[in-house]
C-alpha cells in the first residue's frame, strides 16, 4: 500500500505565503518525479511544479518567482514554498509521484489534495 499525504493548505492574504509538504508512506522501492498540481473551480488541473530524484526542477510560468519546489533528502517528502500569493492562487493542490513500489509495478500515486485560499 503507498500513500501521499498533503499538509499546510489554508487561508493566506494576498502577499502572504504557505508552504505545502507531500509525505509519500508505504512499501516503496524508489520515488522518481514529484509533482504539484492544482485545480481551481471550474479549472482544469494544471501542474504548478515538479522535481526529478535528482533535483531538477520545473515551475508553470504563472508560479515562476514565487513558488519552490524542494525534496527532502530521503527523496520521500516534497515541498512547495508560496511566496506572494495572489488571489488567482485559490484551488486545491495536489501531490502526484511517479512510485516503484516494493514487489510491484511503477505508476502515478495522487494525495488527497489541500485547499489553499488566497483573499484578503
Known amino acids: 500500500q503507498v500513500q501521499l499525504v498533503e499538509s499546510g493548505g489554508g487561508l493566506a492574504q494576498p502577499g502572504g505565503s504557505l508552504r505545502l509538504s507531500c509525505v509519500a508512506s508505504g512499501l516503496i522501492a524508489s520515488i522518481y518525479d514529484m509533482e504539484w498540481y492544482r485545480q481551481a473551480p471550474g479549472e482544469e488541473r494544471e501542474l504548478v511544479a515538479g522535481?526529478?530524484?535528482?533535483?531538477?526542477?520545473n515551475y508553470a510560468d504563472s508560479v515562476k518567482g514565487r513558488f519552490t519546489v524542494s525534496r527532502d533528502n530521503g527523496k520521500t517528502t516534497v515541498y512547495l514554498q508560496m511566496d506572494s500569493l495572489k488571489p488567482e492562487d485559490t484551488a486545491v493542490y495536489y501531490c502526484?509521484?511517479?512510485?516503484?513500489?516494493?514487489?510491484?509495478?511503477?505508476?502515478?500515486?495522487w494525495g488527497q489534495g489541500t485547499q489553499v485560499t488566497v483573499s484578503s
Open positions: 502526484k509521484a511517479d512510485i516503484l513500489r516494493v514487489r510491484g509495478t511503477r505508476r502515478n500515486f
Open positions: 522535481i526529478t530524484r535528482g533535483g531538477v526542477t
